[in-house]
């Protein structure tokens, strides 16, 4: 290390332009980021090059059959579809992005705008509307995308100018409500009498959906196969990613976040806050039709829930919430990681060892120091035996439980699981949830702590095996839903968000 | 260049401004005082158009600014600080100051999206612009200070930067909201100085302030507030002698 | 138009019991936005909890299809598990998901609440059962059991609900307007730190408005599984985003708007799915919330807020 390196890394107290690095600092607290800061620009360009080409090959590596045998998969469609659908997801938290992120706006009805291209699509290219032909209408793909992109962002635009006088909260409940009236009517829009016509109208073919929605078609070239979609999502991701970036470095991102921070401040100063709050509204809700379009035509179906209803708004938010609300890579990071993290857990081998690495972290980064999670380890081991000598000797009756897994009789042969154990799990979920949001709230005490943790550690595993490790699908949200309150608790501004300061 | 006629602002049965008259001439630099609540940051607040008055008629540049939004005004040329600070703190102080050539630039998203060169050269202008308010500051905002978040400022340097974005805004006419509150004596003194120096760039200054010092050092005339009324204008050394103000500032029984 | 009043009686006892039950949930919405400010979105899943809390009294006193108490004892039995249940849950919410972000960026505690939401929908379906209950339509005020009055049925399950619905307004209302725990509530909710610097101790405040609200909609869960007769892990989803549209419709932050807007909600959905379409009752209540907004952005009953510089 070089004699200049260690002077930069000493504290300098009262040193103005050290204290004003703080927050610089405080971002290099992490080794990852350590590492990416300390690369020089030109590095970190050719990484991130590097992560794409690796990225982009992922068709042609998964497809390779020795790789697939080994995983007892025929095909890479399962892979392609879950990357597809983070492409997808990752366009969609860009635009919410826009209009929570960098405009403060919170708008809960951003799903609207996606299901609503995709019904448009269904009305443009497909059999379903046989007022003028009886074959549907088969309109070229681009036609179709910039009629629907232009439509919506009209329909956003106008939506916004309709409650835009409204603010915060306020502003969040109307859009809210503009989100359950679309999906609503999508649900029920099913026989609907117009004027001059004697037969009701299906307009949406209520929970079912429409079904035949046409390809992509460019100029004769039609996408059929997953990994065309792939690729062309993948172009499409980088055009928005690099658009929404240099709007972003502009006056227009500049008076966005001038107006999220301050927004009387924003109109005294010269910034025509209204049109400029619309603009980002209908830049997300074409961003968001673009998204639905490209879904439709490559899922072929349009279905209204869950796809066009709360549970992905909550999904969507979950993601730009996770990566850092008003960070653009954050964003597609946040995606990543909820679109995948369900899937992995659908494995319930993989998931054991996800959940019990996850637990070891959590007590690693709870513990502070290898010594003290080396003890409270210690410590939870011995607990579980101890506590099965003693309920051996009280001849208590043991179930017979099926492990999936060696991870899974590993652990067992540490519990002690006794009958009923459902009820046991049972209670052990509810307890265990408890105990690990008791040790967040109760870190500063160090014995009370260590105590809560070793419980901790033997009501989770023991609420995994009997319980939650049978429940994939529910504990799968669950876990979600755990994380979203810890990620708050810990990490308000997520991972690649700035921390905000406000004035009270 | 501003000319206020016959203004009155209500809030509710309140009167904060009665029958307002007053004309600010290009390159003037003129202070309003007066005791707490006699209505000095609503005239502000009318001028630039956050309040709207009741009755009466503003005119800058020999038009009615009444009908105008806040940005419109800024847009005609008049700029502000706030008394109580309003910058947009999780943004850079570059940025803060970039914030303000909005209304002076045009590009559009099509032209932002594809960085075409007319948004590369005007981005450049407000850059070097931005860079050259703050620079009037000497090297108190320069250097690492560009790219710090505004939160991490002091104090004195919030309210340099306050006038460095409203300087941004490309006003010819700037409102300063009580500039030198919270600072020490030595940085106020440097307050008064830096508004003389914003009158030799060009600037007309209408000044709200309670330090005398500041007030008695950079204003050409002064104009006394009470209860939402003029009572007194004129030089800082008329003001002072005038009965009703100081009867104003110290309790009538005082003059007896 | 003879149909017309023929359906009016029975719409209307429909609505005010549906209204009873958005009123005791809106309630608790209302009164927490009003202290923090939080949009609790958790709040419809603490509902959901209370239904079950009752429905788990109600299976341990019935054996074989036969009561073990008398019904008027169960019932209160229930409500008293159920308010006090989702009380004492409404505080650990609290204490872990919203006190440690009192402080954070405004999104921060929403997002902590729709995690809070997951938490407690899945823990129910993973621990309870995921379909939906039953309580057999035979042996809790059977949905035939009813008094006749000037020529319309009156059920008593419906009966109940308005009826406890109205002593727990009447309680809340003492609560809240006459005694030393109601003054501090109304002053938390007017200025939480002048009121912290007077010598209010704000976290017992914030508390005990979270236990009320909590209880109510937990003794809404129960209201709802008696008169309705079946509870879901996901009821509080939609009957949270109903209590919430009560809440605003009335003003929210207002205790008699809260009250005030259950009951409107309640009555509109009523008589429009009797004298329009019952497939468009849902949307009625959020076209409703977006028009009531847009003319009148502070709700029926609310203050519009002074804007500062």
Redesign the interface.
Known sequence: MSQENTESNNPKIGHD?WV????SRQAQAYPLMRWWHALPGYGQWLMGLLGLALFLLVPIITANPLLLASFNLSNNNFILLTLNRFLIFAMLAIGLNVV?GYAGL?DLGYVAFYGLAGYFYAYLASNFVTAFSPNGIHLPSLVVIILIVAGVSLIGYLLGA??L??S???L???T???G??FT??AL?ATRIYLPGRDRAVDFTRGPNGINGLDPLNFFGLSLNENWHYFYFFSLMLLLIY??VY??NH???G??W??I???E??????????GRLKL?AFA?GAGIAAFAGVLDAAWQSNVVPVPRYS?FTL?NL??MI?LGG?GSLPGAVIGAFIFTLLPEILRSVALASVIFYGLSLWGLYIFSGSWRRFGRLLAFGILFGFVLKGLLLLLNVARADLASSSALNSLIQSWLFIAEPYKVLG?VL??VG??LV??L??WRKHQTFSDILAVLGLYALAFAWET??GL?PA??R??I??????L???FR??GLLG?A????? | MLELTHLNLQFGGLKALSDVNFKLNQGEILSIIGPNGAGKSSLLNVITGIYKPISGDIHFQGQSTLKLSPHQITRLGIARTFQNLRLYLNMSVLENVMTGAYCQSRAGLLSTALRLPSWRKEEAEIRAKAEHHLSFFGNRLQGYRHQQPAYSLSYANRRRLEIARAMTTGASLLLLDEPAAGMNPHESAEIAEVILRLRDEGYTILLIEHDMNVVARASDRVIVLDYGKVIAQGSFAEVTEHPEVIAAYLGRKAVG | MADFFALLPQSLINGLTLGSVYALIALGYSMVYGILKLLNFAHGDIYMVGAYLGYGVFVMASVDEKLLLPVGLLIFLMLVVAMVGAGLLSLAVERFAYRPLRYAPRIAPLISALGVSFILQNLVQITVSPRPLNYGSNQLLPANNSIEFLNVKLPYARLLVIAVTLILLLILTYLVQRTRLGRAIRAVSIDMDAAAMMGVDVNRVIMATFFIGASLAGAAGVLVGIAFYSIRHTMGFLAGLKGFTAAVLGGIGSIPGAALGGLLLGLIEALASVYWSITFKDLIAFVLLIVIFLLRPSGLLGKAAIKKV
Request: net charge positive; hydrophobic share 60%.
């Open positions: 332009e004003a690095q703080v927050a929570v919170l309709l409650s006088r409204l915060g909260d306020y969040a409940i109307v809210l409500g503009f359950q009236v609503l009517l029920s690099i658009m240099r709007i502009s006056r227009i500049r008076a976040r001038a999220r921070d301050d009387l401040a924003a109109e005294v100063m010269g910034t025509p806050t603009l830049l709360v909550i938010y979950a919430v609300i049972n979920t509810i949830i408890l949001l008791a967040v709230i319980r939650l429940e529910a504990t949200i669950l979600v839903g755990l994380s979203l309150v990620l708050m608790i308000p501004q700035k905000e300061v406000r004035v009270v």
